[in-house]
């Protein structure tokens, strides 16, 4: 489930068929769900542990967008990420949602299986933005939004390749790959590269991780993985 059963999620649309069936999927996929069928009830709600609304824009009363733009408006809720899910498919609608801050948009019909992966997506790339707003606690830090690693606070140069490398090593703690997937899933299909390329790669990248290079250890005869247990708290 990948940590949803400890994620609220908010779901308001008008229509109760389709509301049952987001709320007997997402509650399946393991989210704390709760729903209301306009605007007006969801904002008398304690937002305060939602971690991210599913918003109609054609609600009747208040639409999707005035609640939205109220969300946004307000310190206490601003932070919650939005995934606007409408039957509206002008550009302009499109970027109106954007410009109020809505995180992202989904047309009726849906797919209920993309609908939750796009949730899952948002939830990873919000929860990582609140990190670095906050300052990450650790002094190792990969940020896979900007694209940036930083150790004790200052930025790490490093190539795309090296940076995917980690990523694909950081994302999969404890999995060991081989020196050829390794090559198959991070480095250029037009470079010409051999199984000591890795080595090379993974050489440097320790290098440049100063303290934390131990992060990435060698299994002798198998390849690569990455140790999570050596990151200081």
């Keep these: ?139 190792f830090y990969i940020d896979r939004i900007g694209k940036v690693v930083s150790v004790d606070g200052k930025e790490v140069p490093l190539t795309r390749t090296e940076f995917e490398l980690l990523s694909l090593l950081a994302d999969n703690p404890g999995k060991v790959f081989s020196r050829q997937q390794l090559l198959d899933r991070v480095w250029p299909e037009n470079v010409i590269v051999t199984d000591r390329s890795v080595d090379v790669g993974v050489t440097r990248l320790r290098k440049k991780l100063g303290r934390y290079s131990a992060l990435i250890v060698t299994r002798p005869g198998f390849g690569y993985c990455f140790n999570d247990e050596k990151i200081d708290t």
């Design 1 to 139: 489930m990948g940590g949803d059963e400890n994620k609220t999620i908010l779901l308001v649309d008008d229509e109760r068929d389709i509301l049952e069936v987001l709320e007997y999927n997402f509650k399946a996929s393991g989210f704390h769900v709760l729903t209301s069928t306009s605007a007006e009830e969801a904002l008398d709600k304690d937002l305060s542990g939602v971690d991210i609304i599913i918003l109609d824009v054609m609600l009747p009363g208040m639409s999707g967008f005035k609640m939205a733009m109220t969300l946004k408006g307000d310190p206490d809720t601003a932070r919650i990420p939005i995934i606007f899910l409408t039957a509206r498919v002008a550009r302009e609608d499109v970027i109106d949602g954007l410009r109020i801050g809505v995180d992202d948009y989904v047309t009726k019909p849906f797919s209920i299986q993309e609908l939750i992966l796009r949730t899952r997506a948002v939830l990873r790339r919000t929860g990582e933005r609140r990190l670095l707003e906050k300052g990450h606690p650790r002094g």
